[in-house]
């Protein structure tokens, strides 16, 4: 049964270990998601108890449980197939999932009692496998959701501590109303400045009363690019807009400091100077 049916395959070290979980969780998923039509059709109620293996070649079967007793490695859940035709088979696969999760730990650290990990070995050994989703977060979609608000707010966690010895940018109030949306980059429109709007980064203090303005802005900040290199912003660095053609740019492609800017009442990018120029 084991790897497939190669011979008995004992990983002796937490790397080895965790190379061994890492396989038999890649075999399940691919059970669970690719290989979900043929894996359904194999869990037939009409047969005995059905398990769901994972190997360490990223493999996966199901088959009856070991016949040795005790097995060679805990058994996963037993039945699986019996509950295929009772349950909706988004909630069963789920279901599965997650017996499958508790399978692979168990197998793992079988491993670690059998070859005498310690403490130290068991706690890295459970934080090298916590590091990756779980089975049941990839087939629920969990998994993806979570990836896509990771991204969207990884500029926002790293800077906020900085903000204190940067200067503080607030808010246009509501009642201004000529730039309805801020700009990623803390966008300021400064009444005392003739209406300049610059920023540094994203940990500037700013703070929105509106969550749901927040989601909005933030499925546009990624698309945000400097109007000379193209390049995206970056949660470290000062950008200014231009109040002719509202293109932001990096600080340091218009040659253009945090202290010089203070001192522009209108900024004009050096396209829409030229153009002045010629006109």
Same mark, same amino acid.
């Given at each position: 049964?084991?790897?497939?049916?190669?011979?008995?395959?004992?990983?002796?070290?937490?790397?080895?270990?965790?190379?061994?979980?890492?396989?038999?969780?890649?075999g399940?998923? /691919?059970?669970?998601?690719?290989?979900?039509?043929?894996?359904?059709?194999?869990?037939?109620?009409? /047969?005995?108890?059905?398990?769901?293996?994972?190997?360490?070649s990223?493999q996966?079967?199901?088959?009856l %449980?070991a016949?040795?007793?005790?097995?060679?490695?805990?058994? %996963?859940?037993l039945?699986i197939?019996?509950?295929?035709?009772?349950?909706?088979?988004?909630?069963?696969?789920?279901?599965?999932?997650?017996?499958?999760?508790?399978?692979?730990?168990?197998?793992?650290?079988?491993?670690g009692?059998?070859?005498?990990?310690?403490?130290?070995?068991?706690k890295?050994?459970?934080?090298?496998?916590?590091?990756?989703?779980?089975?049941?977060?990839?087939?629920?979609?969990?998994?993806k959701?979570?990836?896509?608000?990771k991204?969207?707010?990884?500029?926002?966690?790293?800077?906020?501590?900085?903000?204190?010895?940067?200067m503080?940018?607030?808010?246009?109030?509501?009642?201004?109303?000529?730039? %309805?949306k801020?700009?990623p980059l803390?966008?300021?429109?400064?009444?005392?400045?003739?209406?300049?709007?610059?920023?540094?980064?994203?940990?500037?203090?700013?703070?929105?009363?509106?969550?749901?303005?927040?989601?909005?802005?933030?499925?546009e900040?990624?698309?945000?690019?400097?109007?000379?290199?193209?390049?995206?912003?970056?949660?470290?660095?000062?950008w200014?807009?231009?109040?002719?053609?509202?293109?932001?740019?990096?600080?340091k492609?218009?040659?253009?400091?945090?202290?010089?800017?203070?001192?522009?009442?209108?900024?004009?990018?050096?396209?829409?100077?030229?153009?002045?120029?010629r006109?």
């Amino acid at each position: 049964m084991e790897g497939g049916g190669a011979s008995p395959y004992n990983p002796r070290t937490v790397e080895e270990v965790f190379r061994d979980f890492k396989g038999r969780r890649a075999g399940m998923i /691919k059970a669970l998601t690719t290989d979900v039509e043929e894996f359904y059709h194999q869990c037939d109620p009409e /047969k005995e108890n059905l398990c769901l293996y994972g190997f360490p070649s990223e493999q996966w079967e199901v088959n009856l %449980p070991a016949e040795e007793v005790p097995p060679e490695l805990p058994e %996963p859940a037993l039945g699986i197939n019996f509950a295929r035709d009772g349950m909706q088979e988004k909630d069963w696969l789920s279901l599965v999932a997650v017996h499958s999760d508790a399978w692979l730990l168990s197998v793992a650290f079988y491993f670690g009692a059998r070859f005498g990990f310690d403490k130290a070995d068991r706690k890295r050994l459970f934080n090298m496998i916590n590091d990756l989703p779980t089975i049941f977060e990839i087939v629920s979609g969990i998994a993806k959701k979570a990836q896509k608000e990771k991204t969207a707010v990884s500029n926002h966690s790293s800077t906020k501590s900085k903000s204190n010895s940067k200067m503080s940018l607030q808010r246009e109030p509501e009642s201004h109303g000529k730039y %309805p949306k801020q700009h990623p980059l803390a966008a300021l429109k400064d009444e005392n400045e003739g209406g300049m709007r610059m920023g540094m980064g994203m940990g500037m203090g700013l703070e929105l009363d509106d969550e749901d303005e927040d989601e909005e802005d933030e499925d546009e900040h990624g698309e945000t690019l400097c109007g000379a290199c193209g390049e995206n912003y970056a949660s470290d660095e000062f950008w200014i807009c231009c109040d002719i053609c509202e293109k932001w740019f990096h600080g340091k492609c218009v040659k253009i400091t945090p202290a010089r800017a203070e001192h522009i009442k209108q900024y004009k990018c050096p396209s829409c100077s030229n153009k002045r120029a010629r006109t």
